[in-house]
């Protein structure tokens, strides 16, 4: 991951910095009450193991949130976090609608 120095003057660079963070945030977009990190896979068409990575970067950049503990953790989208609902979100849709 970048330097927080870094994450905060240019997130989407972390945010989109590889092909599986877009197919992951494409994959949870759709889903409120949220995923497991397999499915979360699956739906993205990306392996357990970068499954697993991206929801790592996307969490601790605060994009992504960890819901429960123990064996059952879903993912979603953080809808806290501005970057979320002002940006992330409105691209993905907007892709959506487009293509």
């Known amino acids: 991951m970048t330097s927080s120095a870094g994450f905060f003057r240019r997130p989407l660079d972390e945010v989109f910095a590889a092909p599986s963070h877009v197919a992951v945030l494409r994959a949870?977009?759709?889903?409120?009450?949220?995923?497991?990190?397999?499915?979360?896979?699956?739906?993205?068409?990306v392996n357990h193991a970068a499954a697993a990575r991206t929801l790592a970067r996307l969490e601790s950049a605060g994009i992504v949130e960890r819901l429960g503990s123990g064996g059952t953790q879903l993912f979603r989208l953080n809808q806290a976090n501005v970057l979320t609902t002002e940006l992330i979100r409105p691209l993905l849709v907007g892709e959506r609608r487009v293509f």
């Open 28 to 45: 949870l977009l759709d889903t409120a009450q949220g995923m497991s990190g397999r499915e979360t896979g699956r739906v993205a068409r």
